[in-house]
């Protein structure tokens, strides 16, 4: 579903920009993001983290989108993603990962973030 890999670019280069506001509106009451840094379910300290934006992303390219619908309200994205960042804002690196969202539709209609994981993904 374009829609939703749409909204994915945007989730992307939401997180290089730092934008918290953007995710405030994105992200459920009760989110969870898993990565290989941590579980945190602490909604505004996910927020924090994308205002604080201490290990900016420079480069977030999508491959392999895959969108499964798991209801009318429900659906998985996941997608390969390659990331150079700037660790302590300095130290460019290099990273591959999976990504997997759950989203689901609010009262509105608009997709919401219920959970986000990363998984690091082995060199192509």
Known sequence: MQEIIDLMDRAWEANRNGDAAFYDGFLTDDPVSVSPWGVVT??????????ENRNPYTRTDQSDHRVIMLGAGSAVHTSRVEIDMLVNGTDPQTMAVFATTALTRD??????????QITPAPAR
Do not use: N, T, Y
Request: proline share 0%; aromatic share 16%; hydrophobic share 55%.
């Open 42 to 51: 602490d909604r505004d300290a996910i927020l924090k983290g994308f205002a």
């Open 107 to 116: 009262s509105d209609g608009a997709w919401k973030a219920a959970l986000f």
